[in-house]
């Protein structure tokens, strides 16, 4: 019974789990070098963004910049926004099924 014990190994633990998750972030970095999406960010994106951080505020998260006496969490997250300080990042899928990843900060904002 020991022997059988002893000589166990992880045989039947797939060694390609590691691989994919390390095709994926080679298919990541390719993708960031060669951009094909818009450095705008579009009124979708803008508003998904301004909605979900100013939830996340409205529930205590930490506030990332300064407050000069704003209360409402909307007009909280327009101003980080507009500081370029909401720490989000937008995955814009493409129609090949690959996907690109833009930072807040990366991305040019229209003044609404």
């Known amino acids: 019974m020991e022997e059988d014990v002893e000589d166990k190994t992880n045989d039947d633990v797939p060694d390609t789990v590691v691989e994919e998750g390390e095709e994926e972030k080679e298919q990541q970095q ?16 803008r508003a998904r963004i301004l909605g979900t951080r100013a939830l996340q505020i409205s529930m205590n998260a930490p506030v990332m910049v300064e407050l000069e006496g704003e209360t409402d969490p909307l007009e909280i997250a327009m101003k980080e926004l507009q500081a370029r300080k909401i720490p989000f990042t937008i995955r814009r899928y493409l129609p090949d099924g690959s996907y690109e990843d833009w930072g807040v900060d990366e991305l040019i904002v229209e003044k609404a």
């Open 30 to 45: 390719l993708v960031e070098g060669q951009r094909k999406t818009s450095k705008y960010m579009t009124k979708y994106e």
